[in-house]
């Protein structure tokens, strides 16, 4: 897909509902412990959510493909682990069978469950035998990827003896465990931080109720991005141009809510309509923005690619660490960013395999297609780049309805020309 700028942006964006609460919505549901759960409103719809509700709703078949929902794995795995006196196999896309979930796996099996690998050791799939856990004490490497901690969490309230999960070590996305644990808490379940490492979680099960999904902050940085590289551009800059995105709460729960406060220092203003309910966010461009910039993306690791794209296009040096979880994403996001930023210019290197760096070097751009690597945050990450250089080209563009179905729709909506393929 070619995607040709406009030279202003005055729209507005209904965002898409965030996966992360839906799929830990949907989840929590589904293990309360009356029959239904109530009414889940503005669920997602996006290719993650999707294999989560369509297991559930086809009565969790024998095997199940989640594609390539990673949450959907490591959430589903734990789920199916307590369902006792069933059998069940998970399995997904081939890039899903290279992702590991020993650390999980391992976890479920210290207290009481039944998996084995139906391929190579250590990753999908898995073939999984339901039964009543006991639960009790685990120790867990607080470093994981926050979703492995997540899934054994939601299983807690149902568990024997529920849970104490000691985190050791550095904890990284300790805001998608506070998101997990508010919704087991709106759920009824007795779920709390006892000290800086270790979680409690009661054996209370949970209570139906409906639930209302807000819209996704994650969605929300591309049009962060968008605004950002609107203000540095003096051919499209003009004080008219505005983004008002829909769907957002000021007080959100969602660790990348805190991409705001970094596209504040990236020259984006943040105008919440209602700081007290979901409302309106207005996007102002503004011309102050550092020199250069420093951020631990422990917490937020999804924000990483959004805004090492932006810093480049931005001309701000950067050093960025925390982004460890990168390598096991969708794709090597680590080794996919350096080798697409070359093509529009851009040498950026990476230390230790979780931290990146650039100093403001430069190559010449070949400004071939950028590769998305079956990952949705590439395509939605690079496009913006249409703005600070009139024009970009995105191979398999579709990638987008892992999180964001309707993002290109919002691109034409907001003035973008896009174009399936070049003209001849």
């Known amino acids: 897909m070619i995607i ?15 996966k992360s609460i839906s799929n830990r919505v949907l989840v929590v549901s589904a293990l309360c412990d009356e029959d239904g759960a109530g009414v889940i409103g503005n669920l997602a719809t996006c290719d993650d959510t999707k294999v989560v509700n369509n297991a559930f709703a086809d009565g969790l078949p024998y095997e199940i493909n989640i594609g390539a929902a990673g949450t959907a794995m490591r959430f589903m795995t734990a789920f199916l682990a307590q369902r006792d006196g069933e ?3 998970i399995t997904g896309t081939d890039r899903m069978k290279h992702r590991p979930i020993k650390v999980l796996v391992d976890a479920l099996r210290s207290i009481g469950a039944s998996i084995q690998y139906v391929g190579e050791e250590g990753y999908p799939p898995l073939k999984i035998q339901g039964k009543k856990l006991k639960g009790g004490h685990l120790d867990v490497p607080g470093n994981i990827s926050s979703q492995y901690i997540s899934a054994l969490l939601m299983i807690a ?7 104490k999960l000691h985190l050791v070590g550095d904890i990284y996305s300790r805001p998608y465990i506070d998101l997990t644990l508010s919704i087991m808490q709106e759920f009824g379940a007795k779920a709390y931080w ?14 139906k109720r409906s639930y209302i999904v807000e819209n996704d902050w994650s969605a929300a940085s591309y049009w962060y991005e968008m605004s950002a590289l609107l203000s540095a551009n003096n051919e499209f800059m003009n004080d008219d141009d505005e ?16 991409i705001r406060y970094l596209f504040n220092l990236l020259g984006v203003k943040s105008v919440f309509k209602d700081k007290e309910n979901i409302s309106d966010v207005i996007l102002k461009t503004a011309i102050t923005r550092v020199a250069k910039l420093e951020y631990d993306f422990v917490n937020i690791p999804d924000m990483a690619q959004t805004v090492v794209v932006t810093c480049c296009a931005l001309g701000i040096p950067f050093h960025f660490t925390g982004l460890a979880s990168l390598k096991i994403k969708e794709t090597d996001r680590i080794e996919a960013l350096k080798a ?6 851009y040498v950026v290197e990476d230390r230790n395999d979780s931290e990146l760096v650039w100093n403001g070097e430069t190559c010449e751009p070949s400004f071939a297609p950028i590769d998305t690597y079956e990952d949705h945050r590439m395509a ?20 987008v309805s892992k999180s964001y179905p309707n993002f290109w729709d919002d691109l034409a909506k907001a003035g973008f020309a896009l174009e399936s393929e070049a003209k001849s």
């Open 340 to 345: 697409e930023l070359r093509k529009v210019g």
């Open 4 to 18: 040709t700028a406009p030279k202003h942006i005055n729209c507005s964006i209904n965002l898409p509902a965030s």
């Open 380 to 399: 939605m990450a690079f496009a913006p780049l249409a703005i600070k250089f009139g024009k970009i080209e995105i191979n398999n563009p579709e990638v």
């Open 194 to 207: 006892h000290d800086n490492d270790d979680i409690i979680i009661e054996p209370t099960g949970y209570k």
């Open 87 to 89: 059998e069940h196999v």
């Open 157 to 163: 309230p149902k568990l024997r003896e529920g849970l």
């Open 243 to 258: 983004v008002t995105i829909e769907g957002l709460l000021y007080s959100s729960r969602q660790g990348d809510s805190s």
